[in-house]
């Protein structure tokens, strides 16, 4: 049975709700069905390779997969839910099936054709052999008797065989977690703290060597409302300026997105720790132009860092732990950053360059400011602008850059603002998250 216009809407708009980037659609077709989102719907924008992933799963008659394979990956998610009860049993009826969201609906096997009998060649008539020789050249009579012979022989029916997929590597296990208290504060529309109170996060410690270690702060999963909301709009160009405007455009329309469980870093990476995992001499190498001494210290976010760069550490940092580190998606930073929170900052309405470092000569120390928000994360506001994962849509060498830093002004630094720069652009630092589902 193939999907009737009203139910590949429904899906569609059920995968594109679930899944709000391509790397998490990307994940959950790799882990739970074995197959490769870039072969089967290559590089576009999220809308058009939904649309072919559902083209191809109703062709090649795998939809009830692809639907059991998406809610086991978010199983809370109603969207999905609510297709799945809809569309498996009229998916399986056809085959005489029950769905059953454990065991993924079987396909009728057709069993394979039995290989067509082979014919013996048919010799050419002895007339034509002569009138090859008589009239013909010797090397024409036996390119032309070749020929004939060829046409008559069936090919070789080559049996088939089975690709075994790569068994998927072991995840590392999880280190010891501490726990660490901090203090959250919320500041009301004139820049005053109004309220404080304790927190409580778990992490773990990332041993580099030389007594530099990479703290990763536990982020617990759970569903969020990501962009601005409309209602908020004239509200933010009030408070702003009508400049804002445009930024606000690229934060509509607010969509909810489940993240699930990932670790974060602590503080953005460092200077020492970029230097300790890079190499010697890293840091210098990206700063020996800079006379400003507030860029040159080991306690200080690496700065000047390309997107290129920031994979690179990624990659050296995976192999020096084992582990699977990268840039966060933008997703995945902004439900960090807020960290529970709707207004525009986790501090509150506005920020004041008591809690923020923004507006000023340059960076600071990872953690200078002491007040982190609700999931323990420090200098989400400000300091230095942070690499994402993602692209902008179709444009590949645009990557995401979130958070604003020294040089900006505070509405650049508020959680759901959205930003872009080239890849290859030494004028960013980041921070590392590793996932673990």
Known sequence: MSLSGDHYKRLEEALLYAFPDKPSLSRMLWYELNKN???????????????????????ERWVPDLINAARKSIPRNELLKNIADELLPLLSSSKGKVPNFKNKPEYEITPEPEPPTKTPPTPPKRRKFLELVIFGSGGLAIALLTSEFIKNVNPPIIPPFNITPPPKPPKPPIPPLETFEFDVVTVDSEGNITNSQTNKAKFFKEDLGNDINLEMVKIPGHCFTMGTKNEEIEKLVKQFGEAIRTDLEHEQPPQKVDIPTFFMGKF?????QYEQVMGEGEPKKLHQNQSNIKFKADKHPVIFVSWKDAEEFCKKLNQKTGRTYRLPTEAEWEYAARAGTTTPFYFGETITRNVVNYNSSGTTEVGKFPYPNNFGLYDM?????????????????????????????????????????????????????????
């Open 268 to 272: 953005e990476v460092t200077q020492e």
């Open 37 to 59: 989102l870039d072969t089967i719907a290559g590089e576009d924008n999220l809308q058009n390779i939904v649309c072919r992933l559902i083209k191809t799963a109703d062709a």
């Open 381 to 437: 506001h400000g300091n230095v602008d942070e690499w994402c994962k993602d692209h902008k849509d179709k444009d590949t060498s645009l990557r995401a850059r979130r958070g604003g830093s020294w040089l900006h002004a505070p509405e650049i630094a508020r959680s759901a603002r959205r930003g872009w720069w080239r890849e290859g652009t030494q004028e960013t630092g980041f921070r590392v998250m590793w996932d673990i589902s």
